[in-house]
Nanobody, 124 residues
Framework: QVQLVESGGGLVQAGGSLRLSCIAS????????MGWFRQAPGKEREFVAA????????VYSDSVKGRFTISKDNARNTVYLQMNSLKPEDTAVYYC?????????????????WGQGTQVTVSS
């Protein structure tokens, strides 16, 4: 059974930074394509960023491009989301996800495994 556990969320002022972590148990980050999604209250879960299993390719949503960075540490089976220049509209629950098959980074419904989420709140 694959488990993804996110951490690193919290309350931060606008303009601040946070780094989210996603630790993957019983899988290696080189086996799965990894993604980050977020869901704000009353809204659908949306794509934020993704990285191919090789680590050679990354994709970002337009709303976070240039501010967020996805990375991974294969030795620690951990994927990170560095979030800089945070805005109030970034407030959401952030989810880590893993996909076994072909890399389709933005396809939320194609991811196989999900974490429980971590809350990020950005105050103005």
């Amino acid at each position: 059974q694959v488990q993804l556990v996110e951490s690193g969320g919290g309350l931060v002022q606008a303009g601040g930074s946070l780094r989210l972590s996603c630790i993957a148990s019983t899988l290696t980050s080189t086996t799965y394509n990894m993604g980050w999604f977020r869901q704000a209250p009353g809204k659908e879960r949306e794509f934020v960023a993704a990285m191919s299993r090789s680590g050679g390719s990354t994709v970002y949503s337009d709303s976070v491009k240039g501010r967020f960075t996805i990375s991974k540490d294969n030795a620690r089976n951990t994927v990170y989301l560095q979030m800089n220049s945070l805005k109030p509209e970034d407030t959401a629950v952030y989810y880590c996800a893993a996909r076994v098959g072909l890399w389709v980074p933005r396809a939320r419904d194609d991811y196989d495994y999900w974490g429980q989420g971590t809350q990020v709140t950005v105050s103005s």
